[in-house]
Nanobody, 125 residues
Framework: QVQLVESGGGLVQAGGSLRLSCAAS????????MAWFRQAPGKEREFLAA??????NYADSVKGRFTISRDNAKNTVYLQMNSLKPEDTAAYYC????????????????????WGQGTQVTVSS
């Protein structure tokens, strides 16, 4: 069982930056694929970025603005968000997927086994 706890959300002006953190429990964190998704009211959950070992994958909507990284010593994955826009307003979720024998950076929410409770990001215009 893996528990994920997000932090770092808040209110920011358009053009600003935030860094989200996701702290994970478990001794095999380094072997998990980790991802960030977001969900705005009335919309489906949207893939943003994923990381496993040193491989990364990004949604086109955030490529060049958001950066995913991880610190295996701290069991933590990060999402650095720059040049934020009002349309980035959403609840942001961290997700984990284990049991992988090779790098798999899925963009599908259903492929991830564990989820955090979410952290709200609000970008004002």
């Amino acid at each position: 069982q893996v528990q994920l706890v997000e932090s770092g959300g808040g209110l920011v002006q358009a053009g600003g930056s935030l860094r989200l953190s996701c702290a994970a429990s478990g001794r095999t964190f380094s072997s998990y694929a980790m991802a960030w998704f977001r969900q705005a009211p009335g919309k489906e959950r949207e893939f943003l970025a994923a990381i496993m070992w040193s491989a990364t994958n990004y949604a086109d909507s955030v490529k060049g603005r958001f950066t995913i990284s991880r610190d295996n010593a701290k069991n933590t994955v990060y999402l650095q968000m720059n040049s934020l826009k009002p349309e980035d307003t959403a609840a942001y979720y961290c997700a984990a997927r284990g049991g992988l024998a090779r790098v798999v950076l899925s963009t599908l929410a259903r492929d991830y086994d564990y989820w955090g409770q979410g952290t709200q990001v609000t970008v004002s215009s």
